[in-house]
Nanobody, 120 residues
Framework: VQLVESGGGLVQAGGSLRLSCAASGVIFSINHMGWYRQAPGKQREYVAAISSGGASDYADSVEGRFTIARDNSKNTVYLQMNSLKPDDTAVYYC???????????????WGQGTQVTVSS
């Protein structure tokens, strides 16, 4: 399974961006999909996740500003980011919890990351 992110870029504070992450090579099921981010000099941190059934969860820092969505038919997860702040500047990584065996043995697969820069 390969994950490819897109949609990052440079935006002014208060602006919006939409990230996409498409999984290819999928034969078996994907459970959760989601996003993490890593700012320079900081540890990678959780942003949001969504189950195969559509249940979503967010980090407190993005609750109310970011929306995660998913298209199971396309094996794609999205992150709509509104009211962006300079503190949101980071490399954003998507992941997919994938059943690699077809027998409910899951592991996480990661994308290569996409840069989001929010200027003040």
């Amino acid at each position: 399974v390969q994950l490819v992110e897109s949609g990052g870029g440079l935006v002014q504070a208060g602006g919006s961006l939409r990230l996409s992450c498409a999984a290819s090579g999928v034969i078996f099921s994907i459970n959760h999909m989601g996003w993490y981010r890593q700012a320079p000099g900081k540890q990678r941190e959780y942003v949001a996740a969504i189950s195969s059934g559509g249940a979503s969860d967010y980090a407190d820092s993005v609750e109310g500003r970011f929306t995660i969505a998913r298209d199971n038919s396309k094996n794609t997860v999205y992150l709509q980011m509104n009211s962006l702040k300079p503190d949101d500047t980071a490399v954003y990584y998507c992941y997919a919890e994938y059943d690699y065996s077809g027998s409910y043995h899951y592991r996480d697969y990661w994308g290569q990351g996409t840069q989001v820069t929010v200027s003040s």
